[in-house]
């Protein structure tokens, strides 16, 4: 009789086990599921962000052939030259001579 009833009690913790593992199973379940789901949105997203990048490099891409194409202009060009400098003029620090010491290479009259 303990026999058996020892049995049982063992074969309702291996039952109660069975359930809790279950349980847990379907967690890990829904949890994959859930990452799953929103890795799939992500994808999505970086799929359609990369598809506006590239649209929108080609619609630049006239742009900068225009830009090119009216420096290539030689009124425009000058132009442009012209303001560049006017610029590094008025940027340009003013310099000062610096003094650096003389030296003198071996070999050179005058040496010891």
């Known amino acids: 009789m303990a026999e058996a009833l020892r049995l049982l009690q063992e074969v309702s913790l291996l039952r109660k086990s069975e359930r ?39 619609a630049a891409t006239p742009q900068n052939n225009q830009a090119k194409e009216l420096l290539m202009d030689p009124a425009i060009n000058a132009e442009v ?10 940027l340009a620090l003013p310099c000062r001579p610096t003094q650096l010491p003389r030296f003198r290479l071996a070999g050179q009259a005058g040496t010891r």
């Open 20 to 58: 809790d593992l279950q349980s847990q199973l379907q967690q890990q379940r829904r949890a994959t599921s859930s990452a799953i789901l929103r890795l799939a949105v992500n994808e999505r997203e970086t799929h359609a962000l990369q598809q506006e990048a590239a649209s929108l490099r080609l």
């Open 81 to 90: 030259c012209r303001l560049r400098e006017e610029a590094r003029r008025q």
